[in-house]
């Protein structure tokens, strides 16, 4: 069983603390996504993991076993690297056995789980070359090759696809999935991109600037943002985020727009609250163009300032209330700059935030 | 197209113009060389003829046989005993230079410490600072010491004089390899000592190799000290020896060529032996300083 639990764990670099003290468990055979803007912590926290970086404070535990003081090597892990890091004077075959080789497996055990494992990633007819010989995919394969050839307790990414180009990545991000169906480990899994992380993750760990902001399956997190950064730093298009006031149940933006408040929210509406009101680019949309007609909703006349046709649908960036809002079209209806059209803002799936705090006002 | 055979001309006579740059230089480096090879195989009068002969007219290996005492006319060179001297001193020397030059240029490219901006700075600025100059410390310290005219005091100078230009290259080779694959290495199951045997060394042999051979030469060549710390055949190299062919008011010239195809000889060995590391960590390393 490899568990993995992080608790109140703190890295510092001389007096800067760059990890502010993480709580997180992950469960057996889990696959946890840390997922954050550059620079906010994800890969100090994941090399805490390995062992490759000094534990400041607070403990983190692998299966039953404080690994705070191991060496990355008795912590029964594997790593992949942005950079990939294969050995360059080793061909793909000595590659994917060193790990093999150092714990002393014999030569017909080793050559057999090379073959097992190149197998597997498609990487056969590739043994014999050096990684000078292979383009990016490859390297990436042969990368989680070693990775899985040792079959540890626990697989560790650290942005594994970054370096590939767009086409590659998606495909990569499919087999990582299949990857983990078929070799069941825990996995945490380090990327900025979110698209990577919802796709894979079946939690997410969104962090910011040392500190988790929120933990949650990629569903949670997306319907639930706890806070601004979450609703912004998830979805694409980003959630749109609205200045207003809580004024006779309603928020009133900063040019006197009133949008109701669902009843869901109401308790937490108090008169005279300074709030942020969320709501993404798909809720909304022209009238008759939009992805749900009934439910709560508000309607309000915008003028399209650009329009992006991607096809079955457009993307709308209008001004309302002095701020540039994204809106989505669906249907093949072509929008022109300049036109006019009543949008309505299906209120079913909006958030308020506290202005202050950036916190969802369900949490209060 | 005109213009398409315009730039091909040009392009040739630039070609043109390097080929004879490149050999002019050949020729000022390599005549010397040349002459001191040719001068070790005939008489001294042909050395001294004027106008010079080029192309010896008597070839003869006299000159070698005379350093071996096996002519009749001239005590004996003790030849033997100095290309002794030199190797044990430049061996040990290049091999104490290598093993400081790999752990320090391991920590300088590796860790993060105090000081290592000045003390990197120092150690190049020690490189500075002409051998000779110190020849007079050092031969006081030496003979407080009582290690004048002996192999380890050559050794000990040797080592010093090595030291800084062998951690200054092999820390280039060092940071040019990613910290990635030692640590990929530890989580592939390797201490650190493993991951730096198994990884970063067999990547950095190039560097390493070509450090030795640098060190080694140096060694093997180096006068101005040699010529003030030693003064018996129980210490004295190469090309000290070579001193022994100048007499109050005659220089043996063909004895002393003769002598000097001897010193050169193993240098070009090892140089060759090595070729392939020295090019590739020639043109790979130490640009990244
Ligand atoms: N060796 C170091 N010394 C000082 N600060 C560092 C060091 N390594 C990383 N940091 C800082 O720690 C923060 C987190 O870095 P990192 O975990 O690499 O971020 P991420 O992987 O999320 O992009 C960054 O602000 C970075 O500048
Ligand atoms: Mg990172």
Redesign the interface.
Known sequence: MAEITLDKVVKKYGAASVVHGIDLEIAHEEFVVLVGPSGCGKSTTLRMI???EDISGGIVRIGDRVVNDL???KRN???V???Y?L???MNVRENLG??LK??GESPDNISKRVDEAAAVLGLTPLLDRTPAELSGGQRQRVAMG?AIV?RPEVFLFDEPLSNLDAKLRGQMRAEIKKLHQKVRTTVVYVTHDQVEAMTLADRIVVMRDGRIEQVGTPMEAFNHPRTTFVATFIGSPPMNLLPGVIAGGAVRLADGTTVPVPDRLKPHARDGRKVTLGIRPDDISPVGHGLSQDGPGAEVDLTVELAEPLGMESLIYTRLAGQEVLAKLYGPRIVQPGEQLTFRMALDRAHLFDAETGQSLRLD | MSLAVESQTSKQLKRAGLTALTFLLMVVMCVPGLWVVLSAFRPNGEILAKPPIWIPEAPTFDNFRKIFGLGTDQVAIPVGSYFMNSLIIAMTSTVIALAIGMAGGYAFARYRFRGKGSIFLGLMLFRAVPGIALSLPVFIIWSKLGIIDTKIGLIIVYVSLNVPFTIWLIDGFFRQI?L??S??????????W?AFW??EF??ARSGIAAAGVFAFLTSWNEFALASQLTRSTSSKTLPVGLLDFTAQFTIDWAGMCAMAVIIIIPALILTFLVQKHLIAGLTFGGVKG
């Not at chain 2, 640590?183 to 650190?192: I, Y």
């Open positions: 390995a062992g490759l060496p990355p090597r892990i594997s790593m690297f942005q950079n890091a050995y360059p004077h060193f790990g150092i714990a070693r040792r | 990613p990635s694959l640590e990929a290495a530890q989580v592939d199951g390797c201490t650190r493993q198994k990884i067999p990547l």
